[in-house]
């Protein structure tokens, strides 16, 4: 109990130096050698254009010294530019802009707990979301693909007419599904077809007993015309998985079926097929949270499940750009209580995959074969942006 209430007085004191770093900030003198935080998409491109670099990334790391006045200088993802060369409304908005992370800061033993609390700054933790999340039409178009689960890739063909693609539910984590989805989009109607890629849920033989297992069918969704928040529709399995297939699925050797010692089943991944329908809704409300360029949190019912959870596309925190979702499953009737949590980096790769690209973990924590809490599955997941931010 002693220990605990250090940890708990630890923890406080932490926090009130971060908080007072935060408030400090703005009386700070005038920072002359920093990196901009990545928060202002048309400035970064701006800057870049006016540097003849393209691709332009809005994402880029730049650092700008103005230390010695004889030689003030812009680097752009490590290459030095003189700062003279940028023009001169261009220069003045880099000046004040407000979101930078002092270079010349002192370092000392406590940093490692301290220093990401020192960045933050209360103006930026949260933001009005963008006009296209907000549009009840609008809000399909994402120029993000994950690789398993998470929002569809959402693409226009003439405004509010486009498509879109999906691997997994919008609520799964990884290997937890073999669903995956393509759609059409029209005034806020979503119609398509889902179907199965077996080879997501056959890549790990244990603890795939809270997996959901779909054959092939359609659904139907719309967003009603007030607003991006408040989606509901119908889906429905048409087909029958096979005997001998359903077999395979649900083997004990696929860690899909656990039995007790009497040889009764314990737990059992779900199937969807032979005609099995249901009505989906989420409402959700779109945010933008340390500078995302897409967010959202929701509460959902999805086949016959509650979710709940928030999802944050490339955010900006202490120079690092990164992706976070999680979602809840706090109760269902065909499987146990479920938890998945992404966390997606960016800024790891060079040239176009600078903010192209984006690699992290996957977690699901549930409950294990055995009876006992943990994670049932951990697994990298990927992220491709394919176009600009909106």
Known sequence: MKAFKLNIVLVILVLISGINSIYAQDEEEQIRYYQMEPLDDSLFINIQ??????PPDPKAEIVVDLRDANNQTISIKSVLYPFLAV???LRARIITYPFKLNLEEDINYGSVFTRVFQKIRISKVAQPPTKMQISPTLGYINPFFQLQGGERLGLSLKQDVGLSLGIGTPYSGALETNMMEANFHILGVKAGIFSHIDAMIEAMKDQNHNNIIVSEGFQVNYVIPFGNFFEFGYLKATSKIGEDKRRRYLSSNEGTTVLNTDSTIKYQA???DNEQSYLNWEFRYPISILGSTRGRAYVAQYLDEWHFGFALREASLAGSTFDFSFDGMPGSKYRE????INILVQKIMEGWGFSAFAIGPSASISRLDSGGIG???IFVNLRFKIGTSL
Do not use: G, H
């Not at 209580?337 to 998945?340: C, D, I, K, R, T």
């Open 87 to 89: 023009p001169p409304e």
């Open 49 to 54: 254009s006016a540097l003849f670099i393209d």
């Open 270 to 272: 779900r199937i969807i």
């Open 337 to 340: 209580p479920q938890y998945n």
């Open 375 to 377: 994670f049932t599955k």
